[in-house]
């Protein structure tokens, strides 16, 4: 079962514009981490946002988490075509089990 | 550091044959995770390992799946006998202690092994 859901399933955006992607969860977390993933290739850490931070930044990259709703969003700024990949949230839960969502595919054109 | 090495790359092989899926981690993550990955179903955990003790085994899905770590530096995910319904790619994944709480980790993931059961 997966404890993550990402939302939208997909997303086409133009060079410059922000992408936003959100991210909902059904049980308590320790972490949410995002990834991002290039057509077959692994996955790539992104940014980690502990469950007591509510926003966190690393260059283009926004995180926010809110506990209460369960629910997470990841924003890219200034969207490059280099950017197009697949992207997913990840909570940790107790013990230290990462579940996956399903992902969001982001399609930015140039 | 190489990063998480997997082997092979790809592999074909024939319904009802074994397959062994290598991985060796970074060097210190003490984490070491086994995922699936299929459009159907996405990322699936199967089993994750904490210096070299299984932790959590319940995502394997039979019994055709089992999975060891006999040191810090190799872990295999063998299936047999293999059927077509295994088709996907298998992802190792490592992280290092969890008992840090001041770093920002995450966990690095490996290319990926694309297995094809025919």
């Known amino acids: 079962s997966q404890q993550g859901e990402e939302d939208p399933q997909a997303l086409s955006i133009q060079e410059g514009e922000n992408a936003t992607m959100n991210c909902s969860y059904k049980?308590?977390?320790?972490?949410l981490q995002w990834y991002r993933q290039n057509s077959g290739r692994g996955l790539v850490h992104l940014i980690l946002i502990r469950s007591n931070e509510r926003e966190k930044h690393s260059g283009r990259l926004r995180v926010t988490l809110d506990t209460s709703k369960k629910s997470s969003s990841l924003l890219i700024t200034a969207s490059r075509a280099a950017d197009t990949a697949s992207y997913f949230c990840?909570?940790?839960?107790?013990?230290?089990?990462?579940?996956f969502g399903a992902g969001t595919r982001l399609f930015v054109k140039a | 550091d190489a990063g998480v090495i997997q082997s092979p790359r790809h592999e074909v092989t024939e319904m009802g044959q074994e397959v062994t899926l290598r991985c060796k981690p970074i060097?210190?993550?003490?984490?070491l995770f086994w995922y699936r990955q299929t459009m159907m179903r996405g990322l699936e955990l199967l089993i994750y390992f904490n210096n070299n003790v299984p932790i959590d085994d319940s995502g394997m899905p039979e019994d055709r799946f089992s999975a060891k770590m006999p040191n810090a530096s190799f872990s295999t995910l063998k299936i047999q006998p293999s059927e077509p319904r295994d088709s996907a790619v298998y992802f190792c994944?490592?992280?290092?202690?969890?008992?840090?709480?001041?770093?920002?980790?995450?966990?690095?993931f490996g290319s990926g092994t694309r297995l094809t059961v025919v």
């Open positions: 990840a909570t940790e839960t107790g013990g230290f089990k990462t579940i």
């Open positions: 060097s210190g993550h003490d984490y």
């Open positions: 049980t308590s977390i320790n972490n």
């Open positions: 994944a490592s992280s290092p202690p969890h008992r840090s709480t001041l770093a920002n980790y995450g966990y690095t």
